[in-house]
């Protein structure tokens, strides 16, 4: 009998009440009072690792639930993270300890990153001249950006011309400028044309960088490419990627290899001609198909290595990018819109220079626990250094690992989950992590069980991705390491299909007989669909230790864009299968939509011709091609509709009004009120 009363119930008790057991590796991330680094496979059981670490942090009473600082990456898992621990405490509010936690639950900050960085900001955001009311919308920036450059370009000064010289006009503000000022500009440093060329010649040294990163990946493949007979073209081209590989490998900054750089970008040996007619399936059609990809990069290396000879005599350059961050700054303050970039930025700088607002996010959080942390960035990580830095220190530089509290920091992630590095994610920075910590007195630990997928798919899947993702590549390239697997599911069937449709030569052509490629894959897709929920061939546990067929809902479409969705919904519809939308991108495509939006058009403007015909068209009045021709001939020249009915066109039925007859509005283009009267009637 257990005699525990509810003041005495201890973490273990908890666990078993509740029904939840921990394998070894998650119970250690629990139980771990050091400064942590947890890297956790998909389906690993990370938020439960999160949560109850929580938990234990309370009932062990080394923090408040207003004490640890919970962060994430996106508002979604920001929700379900608070709501998870908010109902494991209500699950255990009979007891007082935990009740009075729960009380305190409310101040508990469970937030995204970019949040929590937005709150440091606004505590002292006058430092910048910014006021508290700001937001954070990054296309509205890269508008902002745009335009500010598109104005200091039409001045012709020294600096543009400059660029004029490296840039085609579009590549000069959509690969230089925009991205330039959006990524690289930081509102807490204010460029000085002439003592800091540093940020400028950083950001040429990581463009050219990432150029040669490219080139590298597309010589690779191409010297990998089986030789073909007397195949002159593909024997040059293999031969010289070659050539840049033996020359990349001992890259290394510096003048010698910029110039090399150079040379090999700029040498027309380095290039061959395009193949012309080849076979399907090829050497020689594979190389047609990279060949424009190596141009590309090997052009963009070679632009950057020229900057990158010259950084020195480009003040012109310097003084122009001052004068435009000037004027990009000056547009963001007067508007109070800012990047994600820019309140990352703010926020560590202020945490940085002032010591009242570190100190008191410091002494606030006792605990701080962050989840997704692959998908953030050194910046981000400096930040979190800085707010677990030891009581009594507070210099202006970022602490290392050594000089952190002891048992503060407690970081999640996976390097194979990596996916905003379109957001500035950095995976090299959650790789190097774990020695960080582990040199700083620290650990490192891993949950490499997946509990979601049946194991026959995870041994498919380790199988498969370890020829993809070769341990020990590039520091921004995740490393693979297998997952485990738990038991399988009683009489449930693994399986995996995979579809492709066979080479279509006619696609182009407006008389093809066959469905489009999005509308094969759709079709497609929806007779699997149709057959998982009709048959007995894809079930599915249900809970109880048997299994069911699925449910519509118990299906998920993942797409790399959204361009194929519109297929998709008609193909499920045509089979009557029920579905939802995270995004809608097809509503307003639909044909009801549009003749909705023609008559709202005309109401508006009632001399709109397309909308008029559409109008017309449209299953509220029903009028035929044939007859739709004469009557938007005379409605250009302004005859009223009047004299037009009754007309050969107008396909009368037996002397009876037909569809298009009564439909008909009565006006001429350049009376609108009786027709918006008409609408609305």
């Avoid at 807490?188 to 080139?215: E, I, K, N, W």
């Avoid at 409605?635 to 002397?655: A, C």
Wanted: with cysteine; hydrophobic share 40%; charged share 25%.
């Amino acid at each position: 009998m257990n005699t525990s009363t509810p003041s005495s119930m201890d973490f273990e008790e908890i666990l078993l009440r509740s029904g939840r057991r921990l394998d070894e590796n998650q119970r250690k991330a629990v139980d771990c009072d050091l400064n942590c680094v947890v890297s956790a496979g998909a389906g690993s059981g990370k938020t439960t690792v999160l949560t109850y670490r929580f938990l234990r942090l309370l009932l062990e009473e080394k923090a408040h639930a207003d004490t640890i600082l919970t962060l994430t990456f996106t508002r979604k898992a920001a929700a379900e993270m608070h709501e998870r621990i908010h109902s494991l405490l209500s699950s255990l509010k009979d007891f007082p300890s935990m009740a009075a936690e729960l009380a305190r639950f409310p101040q508990a900050q469970i937030s995204t990153l970019d949040s929590f960085c937005s709150s440091i900001v606004r505590s002292d955001c006058m430092r910048y001249g910014l006021t508290s009311d700001f937001s954070i919308d990054d296309d509205t920036t890269r508008t902002f950006a745009r335009a500010c450059a598109v104005e200091l370009l039409a001045r012709e000064d020294a600096g543009a011309r400059l660029l004029s010289v490296l840039y085609t006009p579009d590549a000069l503000l959509d690969s230089f400028l925009i991205p330039f000022a959006t990524n690289a500009m930081d509102m807490s440093h204010q460029l000085d044309a002439g003592l800091d060329a540093s940020l400028v010649r950083g950001y040429f040294s990581t463009m050219l960088d990432q150029a040669l990163v490219r080139l590298g990946t597309v010589c690779r493949e191409i010297a990998a490419l089986p030789p073909e007979g007397k195949a002159v073209t593909l024997s040059s081209a293999r031969t010289t990627c070659s050539s840049f590989l033996e020359q990349y490998e001992g890259w290394a900054e510096g003048e010698e290899t910029y110039r090399q750089t150079l040379l090999f970008c700029t040498a027309k040996e380095n290039d061959w001609r395009s193949p012309g007619k080849v076979s399907e399936g090829s050497s020689m059609a594979l190389l047609k198909d990279m060949t424009p990809a190596y141009r590309e990069a090997r052009t963009q290396a070679g632009v950057f290595a020229c900057a990158m000879l010259s950084v020195d005599n480009l003040m012109p350059l310097y003084t122009f990018l001052q004068e435009y961050q000037e004027l990009f700054y000056q547009r963001k303050r007067a508007t109070g819109i800012l990047t994600f970039s820019d309140v990352a930025h703010l926020a560590v700088d202020i945490l940085r220079v002032n010591p009242a607002v570190r100190n008191f996010y410091k002494k606030r959080f006792s605990h701080i626990m962050i989840d997704e942390f692959q998908d953030n960035n050194r910046l981000q990580k400096d930040l979190l250094y800085l707010l677990a830095e030891k009581q009594g220190h507070c210099s202006s530089q970022i602490p290392t690992a050594s000089q952190l509290e002891p048992a503060k920091l407690f970081f999640v992630g996976d390097e194979k989950q990596s996916i905003y590095r379109f957001r500035g994610a950095d995976v090299s920075v959650f790789k190097q992590l774990g020695n960080e910590i582990r040199q700083g007195g620290g650990v490192a630990l891993e949950l490499g069980t997946n509990y979601r997928t049946e194991p026959a798919l995870i041994g498919l899947f380790n199988e498969l991705f370890k020829r993809i993702m070769n341990p020990g590549g590039q520091a921004y390239e995740a490393d693979f390491l297998p997952l485990g697997g738990r038991q399988p599911s009683p009489g449930l069937i693994s399986r995996l299909t995979l579809m492709h449709q066979p080479l279509n030569d006619r696609e182009e052509d407006p008389q093809d007989p066959w469905l489009t490629t999005d509308d094969a894959e759709a079709y497609a897709v929806a007779g699997i669909i149709e057959e998982i929920l009709t048959t007995d061939s894809y079930l599915i546990p249900n809970g109880s230790g048997g299994l069911k067929r699925p449910q519509p809902s118990d299906i998920g479409l993942l797409f790399r864009t959204g361009g194929s969705q519109m297929s998709y919904e008609k193909a499920l519809r045509a089979r009557a299968i029920p579905y939802s939308l995270q995004v809608s991108r097809a509503l307003l495509l639909e044909a009801p939509a549009n003749d909705l939006y023609a008559w709202l058009q005309l109401c508006i403007y009632p001399t709109d011709s397309v909308a008029y015909a559409t109008a017309l068209r449209s299953p509220l009045c029903g009028i035929m091609d044939d007859s739709l021709i004469p009557v938007m001939q005379d409605y250009k020249k302004g005859q009223p509709l009047e004299q037009m009915r009754n007309t050969e066109e107008t396909d009368d039925m037996d002397g009876e009004s037909s569809i298009e007859d009564e439909a008909l509005p009565r006006i001429r283009p350049e009376d609108p009120h009786p027709f918006r009267s008409t609408c609305i009637q």
